[in-house]
């Protein structure tokens, strides 16, 4: 995956709602079965990598405002 494409993914999940990301992550996770280059394969565990990053941080975020309020 280029600069470019990884740039555009951040900013995507930074915008995107729960709903938005769990699609997201299925069907990046559908694809996976679909590829065979090694390439591909790894831009795919990049992308899914990124996904669960922000996942987790939202996770901990609503966890940090629970707590809060």
């Given amino acids: 995956m280029n600069k470019e494409a990884i740039k555009n993914l ?3 999940l930074e915008e ?6 769990e ?4 069907f990046v996770e559908a694809q ?3 590829v ?10 990049l ?10 941080a939202r996770m901990q975020l609503k966890s940090l405002s ?3 309020g």
């Fill in 36 to 45: 065979s280059s090694r390439e591909a394969l790894a831009d795919i565990r």
């Fill in 47 to 56: 992308a899914l990598r990124l996904i669960d990053e922000e996942v987790l």
């Fill in 23 to 26: 699609r997201h992550q299925s």
């Fill in 32 to 34: 996976a079965g679909r």
């Fill in 16 to 21: 995107a709602s729960d709903e938005e990301i």
């Fill in 10 to 12: 951040i900013s995507w």
């Fill in 66 to 68: 629970g707590r809060t």
